[in-house]
């Protein structure tokens, strides 16, 4: 079954940046629509990015401008670049494929001064 490891979280200042990466094993990682997604306390799990096989990127109003999703397929990794980071986005960040049923451990950003 395919596999995902999320890195890169960690304590950043508001207006700073970080860099996600997803590595993705146990499948054709170049076919695969690939999103990010994050799931704050008391909160839902929601989508923030997604990116198809061709490379075409989508993302949350909510980080539109900001956050930008990326892929290398030579590497089977998926990216988040997370720029102008704001208290909201504290979160746990996860990225699956649409068609995938299982979640990876995921990645705690937290934004605070």
């Known amino acids: 079954q395919v596999q995902f490891v999320e890195s890169g979280g960690g304590l950043v200042q508001p207006g700073g940046s970080l860099r996600l990466s997803c590595a993705v094993s146990?499948?054709?990682?170049?076919?695969?629509?690939m999103a990010w997604y994050r799931q704050a306390p008391g909160k839902q799990r929601e989508s923030v990015a997604a990116?198809?096989?061709?490379?075409?990127?989508s993302y949350a109003d909510s980080v539109e401008g900001r956050f930008t999703i990326s892929r290398d397929n030579a590497k089977n990794t998926v990216y988040l670049q997370m720029n102008n980071l704001k208290p909201e986005d504290t979160a746990v960040y996860y990225c699956?494929?649409?068609?995938?049923?299982?979640w990876g451990q995921g990645t705690q950003v937290t934004v605070s001064s």
């Open positions: 990116i198809t096989s061709g490379g075409t990127a």
């Open positions: 146990g499948s054709s990682f170049s076919i695969l629509f």
């Open positions: 699956k494929a649409i068609s995938a049923a299982y």
